[in-house]
């Protein structure tokens, strides 16, 4: 069974920073792109970032490039979404989502970040 | 930027009615659409991916269907546990990765 586990959320001054990190289990975390993706409250998913099996390749949305980094360690089938100078906006519920030729098919129950004072 | 833009914003329908949600592409996404549910405290469910294929698991009462800029998803007899709401997401161009506005159905 795929299992994905977010930790690492909380609160967080603006112009902070937090990293998230998602622990996969259930299939070969190596071989398979990840992503994560964002709901603010009451709003609809944003699509955040998405890194390929082997980490060596990585997209973003611009509202987050140059401030957020994904990265994997496939030695500890874990991913990371590290985020810097956090922007009151960007408080949302952070989900780690498999990514593969079936798209966003398995996701985790999320984390919540919120950047406030 | 693909813009997906789905209609109705809200569907109130009853059990065992037959729904049926839209999603329009600015630009044709030719079958890379995929549909999602989410209910309230739950993660998002991938139901429908290559614009009709059913995803592990899903039900074969959720139907996919379209092409090009226009899109379905029917859920036939409606059950009280596919009250929630739906998103569609385009793939074929990315990134980004962008996800229509939703579409929420109730009762």
């Known amino acids: 069974e795929v299992q994905l586990v977010e930790s690492g959320g909380g609160l967080v001054q603006p112009g902070g920073s937090l990293r998230l990190s998602c622990v996969a289990s259930g299939f070969t975390f190596s071989t398979h792109g990840m992503s994560w993706v964002r709901q603010i409250a009451g709003k609809g998913l944003e699509w955040v970032s998405t890194?390929?099996?082997?980490?060596?390749?990585?997209y973003y949305a611009d509202s987050v490039k140059g401030r957020f980094t994904i990265s994997k360690d496939n030695s500890k089938n874990t991913l990371y979404l590290e985020m810097d100078t956090l922007r009151t906006e960007d408080t949302a519920f952070y989900y780690c989502?498999?990514?593969?030729?079936?798209?966003?098919?398995?996701w985790g129950q999320g984390a919540l970040v919120t950047v406030s004072s | 930027e693909i813009v997906m833009t789905q209609s109705p914003g809200t569907l109130s329908l009853s059990p065992g009615e037959r729904a049926t949600l839209s999603c329009r592409a600015s630009h044709s996404i030719s079958t890379n659409l995929a549909w999602y549910q989410h209910k309230p405290g739950q993660a998002p469910r991938l139901l429908i991916y290559?614009?009709?294929f059913r995803a592990t698991d899903i039900p074969p009462r959720f139907s996919g269907s379209g092409s090009g800029t226009e899109f379905t998803l029917t859920i036939d007899v409606v059950q009280s546990e596919d009250f929630a709401v739906y998103y569609c997401l385009q793939y074929n161009k990315w990134p980004p990765k962008t996800f229509g506005q939703g579409t929420r159905v109730e009762i």
């Open positions: 989502v498999r990514d593969d030729w079936r798209p966003l098919d398995y």
């Open positions: 890194i390929n099996g082997g980490g060596d390749a990585t």
């Open positions: 290559a614009a009709s």
